[in-house]
Structure formats: C-alpha cells, structure tokens
C-alpha cells in the first residue's frame, strides 16, 4: 500500500536549473546576457514561482538578486531565465575573467583566487501539496572548455531543497 509520503514524493514538482549559457563570449566593452531554463522535471505543476538570477564579475559568487514572479511551471515544462550584467565589462574585468579560471587534481576543480565571471540563480515555488521548494545555481565561465559560452559548476552553491510539513 502507498503512503501519503510516496505519493507526495512521486507526484510532486521538482525544479532544476540547467544550461546556463552565454548568449556571446565576453568582449571588453560590451554587456554580457546568460539563458538558463528552469525545468520542472516532476509530475505536477510548480506554482508560485519566484525567481531570480544575475550575471556579474567578483571575487566570489555571493551577489543579491531581486526575485521577481512568474506564475507556474507544468509538469515536464520549462520557461528561461535571461540575466544581463548591469554595466560593461571593463579591460580589467575582461582579463580577470578570460584567464585561467581554475585547476583540476584528482577530479576536484580549484577556482583561482580573483575576480570570475559569475552567474547565480535561485528559485523558489510551491508543489500542487502546498509544500514550497527552493533550487539554487552557481556557474562560472571558464575559457579553457571547448564551449566557453556554456558555463560550468560552481564547488558549491549548487542546492535543491523541499520543505514538508505534514508527515
């Protein structure tokens, strides 16, 4: 016999941010915009969506966003999140970022210390139980992959959590 908990758990929504990618490489002088989908990978709608995301250059990837609604999200749907950097990439911030990002030893990526070029994303939304969800995503773009424009994983920041109050 099923529980109350395995159904809730098999049928509710599940959010995950994928694909970040750059729509252009980065160029001194111009802007930078990043595509992200948030996909509901479960079985019923995400409603109550409120997102956020932001692109911006720093020393580390703690940077606020405004959240902002966007209704609901059907089972096995997406929509996109498109950030833009605020200002234009200076020459400084240019080199920062298109130098060698980090170093990989015994399959563990090290960030250099210095400025990256970041792209954060945090979501949170209500399953169709009334239980709320949170998803996170933390990317950084590193030149030394065969597709710069899609950006890679952060160490950490990178979450998925679900809060429930009935069992």
């Known amino acids: ?26 160029q001194a002088g111009e802007t930078l915009e990043c ?10 709608p995400a409603t109550d969506i409120d997102a956020c995301a ?9 940077f606020p966003c405004a959240h902002r609604q966007f209704g609901y999200v059907g089972a096995g749907r997406s929509i996109g999140l498109s950030p ?13 970022i298109t130098q060698e990002e980090f170093t990989v030893d015994n399959n563990k990526m090290t960030l250099h210390e210095g400025p990256h070029l970041f792209v954060t994303a945090d979501v949170k ?3 169709v139980f009334g239980e709320t969800g949170e998803t996170k995503l933390c990317a950084v773009f590193a030149t030394e992959f065969s597709d710069p424009k899609t950006l890679v994983s952060c160490t950490s920041g990178n979450t998925m959590t679900w809060e429930n109050t009935w069992w």
Do not use: C, W
């Open 1 to 26: 016999m099923l529980t109350r908990q395995q159904v809730h758990v098999g049928q509710r929504a599940y959010i995950v941010l994928q694909h970040p990618t750059l729509t252009d490489l980065p």
């Open 35 to 44: 595509d992200i989908e948030i996909i509901n990978s479960g079985e019923t």
């Open 54 to 62: 932001a692109i911006f250059v720093a020393d580390s990837p703690n």
């Open 84 to 96: 833009k950097l605020l200002n234009k990439l200076t020459t400084e911030q240019y080199n920062d």
């Open 125 to 127: 939304y209500k399953d």
